[in-house]
């Protein structure tokens, strides 16, 4: 039996990807228990189970599944780990753990990792123009998640810990604030309860893209959506995956990263003010959420960022390219049910899981349950 249960719960965009890499390739040493993660890549099924909405009996089931897994370990931590459960339903979650888990643990612990919410605007974008699931500049979807609520926090992580109590943490994805500068690190501190362990494998670094990046994977979504038989969202995600980790290798020159522009922020900081504050009242010391957007200003930019191809690649080369993006969806339309196993493949011959968690149910998923959510509180009142 195993003498802890630990529960990594995301958030998305906060290093989930290092993390169950370095779960699944253990690469520590140290005075530290035995550690299992038993999944083969991460626990998204498990999280998705718990969605809102979702069928009572599929979650029973995958909790079940996971138990069976847990009686057969012999470890003293066990790592449950997916991004997903971000979305998830932590009142039927913590219903399920005390009845099928519980049982077979002296102990659970959650812990989820939040960004700094303006950053958490930038890179939930850039991720969604990699997958192929928005195609506008950065300002338009700072209108629509102002909109849905998407990135005020409080009252997710205040549900999470009404139903899990102590046991639930939450720690701010800001380095400075992390062990050792580093998400992979804090969180197997967490794991392992402050024992001493040190890390003998490199952490896998996400793939940081530039705007010429994504301009590049914008105007190939671009020319999907003009395809007539368009590939399904799944392959345009393994595109948008297998390009952007190809580009990432590629230095980018002068191209800037993906930033605010200075004239959004103070509406920005009025927006998310509040929620930096409740947060840090309730979860942190030093109200790290409430600095980081103090700061913001610090970081952006003049003017609204372009992600038009030819704004990025002028004159011949743009329109070279834009020939390329054109035929690149030609021909992923020729085979789609071959294309997208070729690329599950490349990505698990690099080591890199073959689809995220949000593959299936990710950011928008998470916009839409909000914007519901959002309209019945509406409707309440």
Known sequence: MPREIVFHLGDRKTGSTAIQHALRTQGWEGEVPALAFPARLHHAGLANAFLPGAPPKKAEAQMRALAEQIDGLDAGVVVVSSENFESSDPVTLAAA????????????????YVRPHIERVVSSWA??????????????????????????????LQR???????????????RAELLDND????FLAFAFDGRDFRLTAPVLA???????????????????????????????????????????????????????SGARIPGLQDYYRADAAAVDAAFFQGAPLTRALQGAAARAVDGEQSIRLADHFPGPEGRHLQVLAEFVAELSCVAPNRLRPHFVARRLAAGLPAEEDDAEAGDHVAEEGTAVAARRRGQRR
């Open 183 to 186: 998400v992979v690190n804090d």
């Open 206 to 260: 996400n793939e940081s893209l530039s705007l010429r990046h994504l301009a590049l994977l914008a105007a190939v979504h671009r020319a999907f959506a003009r395809e007539q038989a368009a590939p399904s969202p799944k392959l345009r995600a393994a595109v948008g995956r297998n390009l952007a980790l190809r580009l990432a290798s590629v230095p980018s020159g002068d191209s800037p990263r993906p930033a605010v």
């Open 160 to 174: 999470w810990r009404t139903a899990f109590g102590t046991a639930f943490t939450v720690r701010p994805m800001i």
């Open 127 to 156: 991720e969604r123009i990699k997958l192929g699931l928005f195609h506008r500049p950065l300002d338009a979807y700072i209108e629509r998640t102002g909109q849905n609520g998407r990135f005020l926090y409080h009252d997710r």
């Open 97 to 112: 753990v005390d009845r099928v888990l519980a049982p077979r643990a002296g102990r659970i612990r959650l812990i989820a």
